[in-house]
């Protein structure tokens, strides 16, 4: 499944959720879909339309009262998009075929201020997936594997996390935990980072140090695949996020 990374990050889309069209899903979603098809995995196409766009969030129900979310749609559609976010969603579609009973939803519009985010809110608060405990929201996560930050997002989650290992906290841009938080759901962003031989702002003990830096690539054209590493998304896939909806 981390191989299909290669494959996804060809997909262009036409731009962001607003040059989305009325009628068909965008190409990235229809690879998403096929994928999941390939792979038997059960799925609901959840087209919305607000006054604004036509949006289109993947579900991929469970029976859990715990969430994993990552977003499909981009900024920039003439790069590669590879870990903003499109490593996020194919680590989520793994971690559903490992843990079956999770509830994922792959979100559309989070570039234009967390619009999917905003649909799976309305959703949830409806009890369309029972009582949702927490959000685990994938951001960014091709590179770092078991090193990582979550963002400054105090609650059950951060708690849950922190009682687990000991990680950075940091504060992050907007993402679709605010969204989900400003429904009433908690919800935080977890981010990984590979170490570096340099002192950063990010700090993952007391000798080492995380590469920042990675996070400024999104939307431009240094997001490009040769930047992750699908054995880091497997070591933080099964060693960091299996143990955090496990325990």
Not at 69 to 97: F, G, L, Q, R, Y
Request: proline fraction near 4%; charged fraction near 25%.
């Amino acid at each position: 499944m981390y191989n299909k990374i290669y494959d996804f990050c060809k997909i262009r889309n036409e731009g962001t959720i607003y040059s989305n069209d009325s009628e068909m899903p965008t190409p990235r979603v229809q690879f998403l879909m096929d994928l999941m098809d390939s792979e038997d995995i059960e799925y609901v196409l959840d087209k919305f339309i607000t006054s604004r766009v036509t949006g289109y969030n993947l579900i991929l129900k469970g029976t859990s009262n715990r969430m994993v979310v990552a977003h499909h749609d981009v900024n920039n559609h003439k790069i590669d998009n590879a870990n903003d976010n499109s490593c996020s969603v194919i680590n989520a579609i793994m971690i559903k075929k490992l843990m079956p009973s999770i509830n994922v939803i792959l979100l559309d519009g989070e570039e234009c201020g967390g619009i999917g985010s905003q649909r799976a809110s309305e959703l949830i608060n409806e009890g369309e997936f029972g009582d949702i405990d927490w959000i685990l929201n994938l951001e960014l996560t091709g590179k770092g594997g078991k090193y990582f930050f979550i963002g400054d997002y105090p609650g059950k989650l951060t708690k849950h996390i922190k009682s687990i290992f000991d990680c950075p906290i940091n504060k992050t841009p907007a993402n679709d935990s605010v969204t989900f938080r400003k429904n009433g759901i908690d919800s935080c962003v977890i981010n990984p980072i590979p170490p570096i031989n340099e002192v950063t702002q990010v700090r993952w003990d007391k000798n080492t140090y995380l590469d920042f830096s990675l996070i400024f690539n999104c939307h431009s054209s240094k997001d490009t695949i040769s930047t992750i590493d699908t054995k880091d998304m497997k070591e933080f896939v099964e060693e960091v996020v299996i143990k955090i909806l496990e325990k």
